[in-house]
């Protein structure tokens, strides 16, 4: 059964668990760094086609941030985990004094799933008006920041992609940051994970309704994609739950092949996840962008 799932560490284990092996793969290196103990960030770099192959990825780098606690509330966990959050953004978007970012919410803010893009778009501290107003082509503490939250294309009849490249060449940035909803293996992950990458991403990807892709390629500048697991397919849920009581897998994907329907589910707390991953990912994104008013 091919299982779906957006997360670089979910491909690698996956294909760990097809090759009945954890040894090292050709084209992809690992490495892990742990910040404190709720908080896991796991670094893997595809370097060659024999990386992309396995892991069904593009070459580039993919971090994933495990946060234990944030549901749970733990004291100074969202804190903790944007910091997190920055260190590894800072590895990928160096600050200095001309730096011009343009941060993009994909998603549809009424559709709670969905929502990650936009919500935290909003919250991101936007500055290219004052840069504008007072004709400064620099500041020694906070980047030049545009934010843009686009819609979806079912509500406004235009690719979302088309819209990104008109934004950016309006703005003109060095980097643009694209935050998305994704899709996971692991339920569990739609509460504890992040994934960054530098490799780009498909608007509705996690929503079963893949557009076109936003990368260097298309867009002709630097793209940090950042996203959070909000939904899990159907199938791969049922494959996972009735595996555990079964002694033929092969028999349970049949059975759903023959009789299951494609559907994306997410959890009961989704109100709670959204608003506690925009918060931790704008914030992280603030520290990163703007080191004179947030560090």
Known sequence: MNYRTDLALESKQLYDEERGSTE????????????????????????NQSGEAALKKPKGNYITLEVD???????????????????????LIPFHYAL?????????????????????????KVTRHMFLMFEADGDDEVSC????????????????AELIKKAVGLVNPEVVIVIDSLA???????????????????????????????????????????????????RTLI?????????????????????????IVTSTDIDQVIKDFSDIIANGINITLHPGIYS
Do not use: C, H
């Open 24 to 47: 090292d793969i050709d084209g992809v290196i690992m490495a892990k760094i742990r910040y404190d103990e709720d908080i896991l960030a796991t670094r893997i770099e595809i370097t």
């Open 69 to 91: 606690g944030v549901v749970d509330e733990k004291d100074g966990i969202k804190e903790r985990a944007s910091a997190a959050l920055a260190a590894e953004l800072r590895n």
């Open 100 to 124: 011009k970012v343009l941060v993009v919410g994909i998603g549809n803010d009424k559709v709670t799933p969905d929502a990650l893009g936009p919500y935290t778009a909003s919250k991101v």
């Open 145 to 160: 920041v545009s934010g843009f939250i686009p819609g979806v294309t079912g509500s406004t009849g235009i690719e979302t």
């Open 184 to 234: 996971a293996r692991d339920l569990d992950r739609i509460s504890t994970t992040i994934q960054i990458n530098d490799t780009g991403i498909s608007p509705g990807g996690g929503m079963g309704n893949k557009r076109t892709e936003l990368s260097k390629t298309t867009l002709g500048k630097r793209v940090i994609a950042i996203g959070v697991p909000t939904v899990i397919d159907s």
């Open 239 to 263: 494959m996972d739950t009735l595996g555990d009581y079964s002694q033929n897998p092969y028999e349970i994907e049949q059975y759903i092949e023959k009789k299951g329907k494609d559907m």
